[in-house]
């Protein structure tokens, strides 16, 4: 059978690479190969994401470019949150053949089949139990050392500026079983560190007629596959990060230290607003917890800058936030307003452009400042590093994460991906540790 090329382009988070993961597996038993370049490709699918107003305008950008292969044949489909909130739109804009959200994926196949110029096809049904649970994906990262696991769908929070519940459907946890079998697979392919992925992994629940399984005791589960597999996750909600999970975290060894636990504003009022459901009390206090369970936990976070009726004094609650815990990086935005959501029906976006641009100016600014405070106070450490491959900037040298998430650089020409090390931190960035070997 003559098999088809298929193109695949990502954006957004890591979710969307792991469903382009499983996108391309249903694929490659439907007969497409995947290609890594556009041009010659039977079908270009670019992936998409609708969690800012930036990040709708690029793919509406790049779907113009894809103006000439369509034109010589190919065709052009978009999957993904984009796919599932502007449905409609995509299709009348005339520029693509197919419109598939995140639920509609094992459907691939047969819209293909029928797809014909000036046919368009549309699939963004959201299914209460699809997980994909049995599907092996076909890994793109370039490093085959560091997998990345869905564990759930979807998200059954409102927080009131995001648009993720509506392009994702409800929340719903995948079958441990699958889970744990593919943390085995993976390593069994050379693999040494998995991520589980979730919007919410401390809501993870599994129930059937023999077992409920909570996020605790996943991990602790995907952790006994192996001693030499590392388990990282994301994301963590500061509402329900529960005590279990960090005292798991604390005696389990190869699960790493290190939480993705967004804030998004400092202001209890701000929180309120925005539906987080935690004030500011409550994220510190879990933030102690984290230290005292774990002195050398690293702690990452995401910040929104300018929300509805954000004030001074609101912003100057996240800047204090922020320079009291002391996060080692974070992920900093300004405030997009996303048709439909709770915010955008209810509240004016009412922070003008250049306010929210100076106060995230300051809001990265601060980060900064922070994260070569943080990173430095590692020098003279010794840490495990699990080797990556070639340090980006200097290919001599090698990189690896330390359990805390933190980049190191080091030199280790005899090194392999996959090898753990120990290493010495002589020298820091903002945004790497630079390490000597230690004996191995
Ligand atoms: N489920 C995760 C995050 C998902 S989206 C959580 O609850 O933390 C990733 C980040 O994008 C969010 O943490 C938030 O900081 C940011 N974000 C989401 N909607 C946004 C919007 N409308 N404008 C600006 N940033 C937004
Ligand atoms: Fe969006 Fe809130 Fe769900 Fe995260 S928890 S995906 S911010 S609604
Ligand atoms: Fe974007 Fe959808 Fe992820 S909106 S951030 S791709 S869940």
Redesign the pocket.
């Known amino acids: 059978m003559h098999r088809k090329k298929v193109y695949i382009e990502t954006y957004g988070?890591q979710m969307n690479v792991s469903d382009s993961e499983v996108v391309l597996s249903i694929l490659q038993d439907a007969g497409y190969d995947r290609t890594l370049e556009m041009d010659g490709a039977d079908l270009i699918l670019v992936n998409t994401c609708s969690?800012?107003d930036n990040a709708e305008q690029r793919i509406w950008g790049r779907l113009e470019q894809m103006h000439s292969p369509r034109r010589r044949g190919a065709a052009v489909g978009i999957l993904g949150c984009m796919a599932e909130r502007l449905k409609d739109k995509l299709i009348e804009s005339g520029k693509v053949d197919l419109v598939a959200g995140p639920d509609a994926y094992r459907k691939l196949p047969s819209l293909l089949e029928n797809l014909s110029p000036g046919n368009p096809r549309i699939d963004v049904l959201l299914s209460h139990e699809e997980t994909y649970a049995d599907i092996v994906p076909v890994r793109t990262d370039r490093n085959g050392v560091s997998a990345f696991i869905s564990i759930m769908r979807g998200?059954n929070?409102v927080?009131s500026?995001?648009?993720?519940p509506y392009t994702r459907g409800a929340e719903r946890s995948r079958d441990p079983e699958t889970i744990v079998a593919e943390a085995r697979d993976v390593f069994s392919k050379g693999y040494r560190e998995v991520t589980l992925l979730g919007?919410?992994v401390d809501s993870y629940l599994w129930k059937s007629a023999r077992e409920t399984v909570n996020f605790a005791e996943l991990l602790r589960r995907v952790a006994a596959t192996d001693p030499l597999l590392r388990v990282r996750f994301a994301?963590s909600?500061p509402k329900d990060i529960s005590d279990e999970v960090i005292d798991t975290m604390a005696s389990t060894p190869n699960i790493c230290r290190h939480i993705h636990l967004?804030v998004?504003s400092g202001s209890s009022r701000m929180l309120e607003l925005m539906r987080r459901k935690y004030d500011r009390q409550w994220y510190l206090e879990r933030v102690r917890k984290i230290r005292e369970a774990m002195q050398d936990c690293g702690l990452t976070t995401?910040?929104?800058a300018g929300f509805c009726s954000e004030t001074e004094e609101d912003h100057a609650e996240t800047l204090s936030l922020m320079e009291e815990v002391g996060f080692d990086w974070a992920?900093m935005?300004?405030?997009?307003?996303?048709p439909g959501?709770l915010a955008a029906r209810h509240y004016p976006d009412d922070v003008p452009p250049e306010v929210k641009k100076r106060r995230l100016n300051e809001i990265i600014e601060l980060q900064n400042r922070k994260s070569l405070e943080s990173y430095r106070a590692d020098i003279g450490r010794e840490l495990e590093v699990l080797v990556e491959g070639p340090s980006k900037r200097n290919g001599r040298e090698m990189c690896g994460r330390a359990s805390s998430s933190k980049m190191c650089v080091f030199p280790g020409q005899n090194l392999k991906p996959g090898d753990y090390v120990t290493v010495k931190v002589i020298d820091a960035t903002s945004a790497t540790l630079i390490c000597t070997l230690m004996n191995r």
């Open positions: 988070c969690i800012r998200c929070n927080c500026y995001c648009v993720v919007q919410n994301t909600h967004p998004q995401d910040v929104i992920f935005f300004e405030y997009s307003e996303r959501t």
